[in-house]
């Protein structure tokens, strides 16, 4: 079996080839006839006397691609937990084994127009090898947001599940409990028996759903027999040695930046080598609209309308949410299209989809309709932490 891509300008499809899997029927009937939720819409082609399976993804996001840009957290997972209950069950509504879901983590789709997850359906796929719900929940572990407890504990209990037996309708609804309030006490009197204080006190703030301010933190722990005195003093111990001196990075990049314009305002001539250069990309706005420029300070930087996850964000309803993402591979700027709707082009040539294309200077990108101008100078410059260009 071969996966490939297509795309035009309104359309994206994912092509299953030598996909010719023996199955009943009915199957394919009750997929074609029917609007199932949860499932990818395909059609069924002939090429070349051979079978393939075109899935519309239009707009779609794939789990790989969607946990890359954002570490999977416990909201994500319990919308992953929720749409494989509702999937499930379809299935067994319509007479089809989900043994025949593809379950790889680039084959499972977020549509953002239903705003609900889609699973690709193979008809006969279940007589080939494949690691099913154990190998996308073991890619999901991978790629788990480990500062969130909830989601760490949802995650590995959805793999242990699916490791021990089939995971049905059952485990889902388990999992789902995991982290709920009617869980809490529970789970105290445990760690209370384990003498693991540190639990119970991150327990305890996620029931009450609110931050407590220094003051009242001491009052309110003295209230929770479950969470002695001496274990929240460890706690805030090992959070101050966690702290992070803000103050202190601000000043050392203070002291570079300033040393930089004493010997520009000192009138003194300085001579870099190619070394000392570095080459910095900017995107200068030609559009009719009211878009700023884009100036990359760090790479990969992420291109959309969406202010909380994009590094350049755009205005206009034209740009999807997460729309492309520039990339920096030896002083090369790439530009990448997230399978967005209204696609990006590299002067009239449409982006393809999740493919890395280089960018020259003076080339023209446009973002659905939002035009740009590429520009690329070489400055004095080093590296900083997290290889985010200090530029002087």
């Known amino acids: 079996m071969n996966v490939e891509y297509f795309r035009t300008a309104k359309k994206s499809y994912m092509i299953v080839k030598e996909a010719d899997f023996p199955f009943e029927e009915y199957e394919l009937k009750m997929i074609l006839q029917n609007e199932i939720p949860c499932l990818l819409h395909f059609q069924v082609m002939i090429s070349d006397g051979k079978v393939e399976y075109w899935y519309d993804v239009t707009g779609m996001q794939s789990l790989e691609k969607q946990y890359t840009l954002s570490p999977a957290g416990e909201k994500s997972l319990r919308f992953l937990l929720q749409s494989l209950m509702d999937m499930k069950s379809s299935m067994e509504d319509y007479l089809l084994n989900d043994a025949n879901i593809d379950y790889s983590a680039d084959m499972v789709y977020f549509d953002r127009f239903s705003d609900r997850i889609r699973f690709c359906y193979i008809p006969g796929f279940c007589g080939q090898k494949s690691m099913g719900l154990k190998g996308l929940f073991e890619d999901i572990l991978q790629r788990l947001d480990h500062s969130d407890p909830v989601a760490v504990k949802l995650g590995y209990e959805m793999y242990e599940r699916c490791a021990q037996s089939d995971f049905v309708i059952g485990d889902c609804i388990e999992c789902l409990r995991i982290g709920k309030k009617e869980e809490i006490p529970e789970q105290i009197r445990m760690n209370e028996e384990e003498d693991d204080e540190d639990y119970a006190l991150n327990v305890i703030r996620r029931a009450e759903n609110r931050e407590w301010d220094e003051d009242a933190r001491d009052s309110d722990i003295q209230q929770k027999d479950a969470v002695p005195e001496k274990g929240f003093r460890h706690k805030r111990r090992k959070e101050k040695r966690k702290k992070v001196h803000y103050g202190k990075i601000l000043e050392e990049e203070h002291e570079v930046l300033y040393a930089a314009e004493n010997i520009e305002k000192g009138g ?71 399978n967005c709707s209204n696609g990006s082009y590299l002067y009239q040539r449409l982006l393809p989809r999740n493919t890395p294309v280089e960018l020259h200077e003076g080339d023209r990108i446009v973002f659905a309709t939002e035009e740009y101008m590429v520009y690329g100078r070489r400055v004095p410059g080093s590296v900083g932490r997290a290889g985010k260009s200090l530029i002087w």
């Open 268 to 338: 003194h001539t300085d001579f870099f080598s190619d070394e000392d250069m570095r080459k910095t990309w900017e995107l200068i706005y030609r559009g009719d609209g009211m878009e700023a420029d884009l100036r990359p300070a760090s790479f990969p930087y992420l291109i959309g309308t969406d202010a909380q996850q994009a590094d350049g964000v755009l205005q206009s309803r034209t740009v999807s949410r997460l729309h492309a993402r520039l990339l920096l591979q030896d002083e090369r700027l790439y530009a990448e299209d997230f």
